[in-house]
C-alpha cells in the first residue's frame, strides 16, 4: 500500500480530488499535472477579476499554481481545520 493510500485510510477528506492531492504530496508529478488541468479553467476564471494590465496572464497563473504546488507539500491531513 502506497503512503497516498494509507493516509487515505486513515482520514475523511471531502472533494472529488483528495487522492490526486495526496499523491501530489507524495511528489508525483502526473498528479501535480492532472490537478492543474482540472483547476486551470477555474484559477482562469478567478485571474480575470485580479488581473493587472501589463502583466502575462499565463505568469500570473504559473505563480499561483506554483503557490499551491508548495502549500499542497505543506499539507498536513491529520491536522482538521476548524472555523
Do not use: C, W
Request: zero cysteines.
Amino acid at each position: 500500500m502506497t503512503e497516498p493510500e494509507k493516509l487515505a485510510g486513515r482520514m475523511k477528506i471531502a472533494g472529488p480530488h483528495h487522492n490526486l492531492v495526496l499523491k501530489a504530496k507524495a511528489g508525483d508529478a502526473e498528479a501535480i499535472a492532472k490537478l492543474v488541468k482540472i483547476y486551470k479553467p477555474y484559477a482562469y476564471q478567478i485571474s480575470r477579476k485580479f488581473f493587472i494590465p501589463g502583466m502575462d496572464r499565463e505568469d500570473l497563473l504559473q505563480e499561483a499554481f506554483s503557490a499551491i504546488v508548495l502549500a499542497i507539500k505543506k499539507y498536513n491531513p491529520g491536522i482538521r481545520l476548524v472555523l
